[in-house]
């Protein structure tokens, strides 16, 4: 296993520690400072990965299915815990959540296709703004409150938008199936 793949698994490894410091207070005060702390790391990794697996042509089968998945479970483990803890409403996850369905369920029709479709700058986008987001949850800082709410209402718009994109710049996908049901 290489160095991308072995930070995407460690990602993935790191989530139920997160939802432990994030959700039991098992450390006391510190324990949403150890979430934070492990939270950053796992997005960091996220950057990382991609970047070592580019610059040093290490993609693989594996990665291009488990970064992705890693990513999601990452960011949508940490929206549950936060309505959960009452600090995100829950229709707002439900949206979100539901574009990386589309986004996968598009992926996978394209897949079948023998199409690898990448992400865009609206999803980029998307997710840089939403680990921000994230990060100002996990903090819960009563001062930073309308900064944090800001930052979730930005991370629904591109998160809208960003499906939007992909849905436009990608519709072709669904055009094609239905032609080759057509020759069948």
Wanted: net charge positive; proline share 2%; with cysteine.
């Amino acid at each position: 296993m290489n160095l991308p793949n072995r930070l995407t698994t460690l990602r993935v490894i790191l989530i139920p520690f997160f939802i432990v410091f994030l959700m039991t207070g098992l450390a006391g005060e510190a324990s949403r400072w150890i979430a934070l702390g492990i939270f950053a790391a796992a997005s960091f990794t996220d950057f990382l990965d991609g970047y070592i697996a580019r610059k040093k042509g290490l993609i693989t089968n594996f990665g291009k299915f488990m970064d992705p998945l890693a990513d999601k479970l990452l960011v949508c483990s940490a929206m549950v815990c936060f309505v959960e803890l009452g600090r995100m409403p829950a229709w707002i996850v439900v949206i979100i959540i539901a574009r990386e369905f589309i986004i996968s369920g598009f992926r996978l029709v394209a897949a079948e296709q023998g199409r690898v479709i990448a992400a865009g700058w609206w999803g980029k986008f998307k997710t840089a703004f939403t680990m921000i987001m994230e990060i100002f949850m996990i903090m819960n800082i009563e001062k930073l409150q309308l900064v944090t709410d800001i930052l979730m209402y930005i991370s629904l718009a591109l998160t809208l938008i960003s499906l939007a994109d992909y849905l436009v710049r990608n519709r072709d996908v669904l055009k094609e199936d239905k032609e080759i049901k057509k020759e069948k």
